[in-house]
């Protein structure tokens, strides 16, 4: 009786270590159980790769949770599928351009050839970038008063403003403001230099 009693204690221990492959069909070949369940073996499954059991199988890949044999479930699903590399798009960095200032003659807020040449970049950028804006700062050299010159730096940005406006450009995108002489280098060899008007980009969305 004790015998019998130990032989089930036996059996009920291979059993439970064997796990429910023991008695299962192939899960990749779909064959009736293996060589050890003593119903024929698997060796057509393919690959060198050992079940719970000992049987060799080739891992499948399944549609869903739902499609994994029950008994393979002790694996992570994510071993059964193949998923795409996520892409993602490397941002875009924009880089405001920066173009040549415009120059002007002495006591003048008259766009000269060159300046024109300029302007017309600017106009061209803007009419591609519709979402961008410029502000338009008026220099002068450091001859006559400050005040005269505060208002000379204005008059030569609004000319550049003008001639946006006459290229199309919406007026809303343009501000114009003068920096008199503050920005001279006060020497006789430099003021042709002071005498212009910057144009400077602003982004309005730095998506485009």
Partial sequence: MIATLRMSIVVLAVLALAGPAAWAACSSCGKDACAQCGSGGCGSCGEDIMDRHGCEY???EFASPDSVAWNQRRVSFGNYLKFAKAEIPEPVMRIAPEFEPIYFDLDKAVLKPEGLATAR???AYMKDH???KVRIEGNCCDLASNEYNQKLG???????????VSEGIDASRITTTSKGESEAVHSPQHRPMDRRADVIVWFLDAAN
Wanted: charged letters at 30%; a positive charge; proline letters at 10%.
């Fill in 58 to 60: 080739a891992p499948t």
């Fill in 121 to 123: 970049k600017v106009a």
């Fill in 130 to 132: 519709p979402q961008d």
């Fill in 154 to 164: 204005l008059r030569r940005a609004e000319a550049v403003k003008s001639f946006l």
